[in-house]
C-alpha cells in the first residue's frame, strides 16, 4: 500500500508539472503571437508612412514645377508687355525718338526676333524723316546691338554716365516717356515691364539730362567706338586679323575695314572695355 500511495503522489506531481509546462508554454505562446502581431503593424505602418513620403516627395517636385513654370510665364508676359509699348510708342512716333537702351545682344530666338521687329520699325520710321537716337552703354558686347540700329538708320551713341547704366528710357516726340523696369538692379539685367507717360514736362527733364550725358567729351558715335578698339587692337598687334576681331563683336568683316579706312579721331577715354 505504501508504494502505491508513492505512485499515485509520483503521478499527481508529474500531472501538476506537466499542467505548469502547458500553461507556460500556452503563455509563451500568447506572448509571441502579440509581439508578431505588432512587429506586423508595425511593419505595415512603416510601408504606409514611406508610400505616403514618397507621394509627398512627388507632390512637392510637382508643386515647385508647377510654382517655376507659373514664373516663367508671368516674366514672358511682363516682358512681352514692354515690348507692346515699345511696338506702340514706334507706331506714334511722328518726329523724334531718343532714349537710353541697354543695347544687350538677344538671348535666344524670342528675343532675336523682338530685335528684328525693332530694326524693321527703325527702317521705317527713318525713311519717313523721324529722328532716331539711342544711347547705349559702352561695352564692346553692345556693339552688336549698336551695328544693327545704325545700318537701320538710328544714330548710336556710346557713354558709360550713370544715366546710362541706371535706366532705360525712350522719350517720344518730346510728349510722352517710356520707361523700362529691369527685374533686378543692374544694366546686364532684362527688361520686366514698361510704363508709359505722357507728359511734357517729364519729357523735358529727361531730355535736359540725355543731352548732357550726349554733349560729354567721352561719349563716342558708333563709327568711333569701333575705330577706338581697332585702334587700340592694332597697338598690341599691327598685323590685325580681322576674323577674330568680327566673331568676338559679332559684326560682319567688310563692316570693320570700311570703319578702319574712315578718317576718324577717337573720343578721349580712360579704358576701352574690351
Not at 514664373?71 to 512716333?93: C, M, P, W
Not at 505722357?198 to 575705330?227: L, M, W
Amino acid at each position: 500500500m505504501y508504494v502505491v500511495s508513492i505512485e499515485r503522489k509520483g503521478f499527481r506531481s508529474i500531472s501538476k508539472n506537466r499542467g505548469m509546462f502547458f500553461r507556460r508554454t500556452n503563455v509563451l505562446t500568447t506572448v509571441i503571437t502579440v509581439e508578431f502581431s505588432l512587429l506586423l503593424v508595425e511593419l505595415i505602418l512603416l510601408i504606409v508612412t514611406v508610400i505616403l513620403l514618397v507621394m509627398n516627395l512627388r507632390e512637392e517636385k510637382g508643386r515647385q514645377d508647377l510654382i517655376k513654370e507659373v514664373g516663367r510665364a508671368t516674366k514672358v508676359l511682363t516682358r512681352q508687355e514692354y515690348f507692346n509699348e515699345v511696338i506702340r510708342s514706334y507706331h506714334d512716333a511722328k518726329k523724334s525718338i531718343f532714349g537710353c537702351v541697354t543695347g544687350s545682344p538677344p538671348d535666344g530666338e524670342e528675343e532675336g526676333e523682338m530685335i528684328n521687329t525693332i530694326v524693321k520699325h527703325i527702317r521705317d520710321l527713318t525713311k519717313e524723316g523721324v529722328k532716331i537716337r539711342f544711347m547705349i552703354p559702352k561695352f564692346t558686347d553692345r556693339l552688336h546691338i549698336g551695328y544693327r540700329y545704325s545700318q537701320a538708320g538710328a544714330e548710336v551713341f556710346y557713354n558709360n554716365c550713370a544715366l546710362v547704366n541706371d535706366a532705360r528710357y525712350m522719350v517720344i516726340d518730346d510728349r510722352f516717356v517710356l520707361i523700362g523696369v529691369p527685374e533686378k538692379v543692374g544694366e546686364n539685367e532684362p527688361t520686366k515691364k514698361g510704363y508709359r507717360i505722357p507728359s511734357i514736362g517729364i519729357s523735358a527733364i529727361i531730355r535736359e539730362h540725355y543731352d548732357q550725358c550726349a554733349n560729354s567729351k567721352f561719349t563716342a558715335t558708333y563709327e568711333e567706338y569701333v575705330k577706338e578698339i581697332i585702334q587700340e587692337m592694332k597697338r598690341i598687334k599691327p598685323e590685325l586679323d580681322f576674323e577674330p576681331v568680327a566673331r568676338e563683336l559679332q559684326i560682319p568683316i567688310g563692316e570693320l575695314k570700311r570703319i578702319d579706312t574712315l578718317n576718324i579721331t577717337p573720343k578721349p577715354t580712360l579704358k576701352v572695355n574690351i
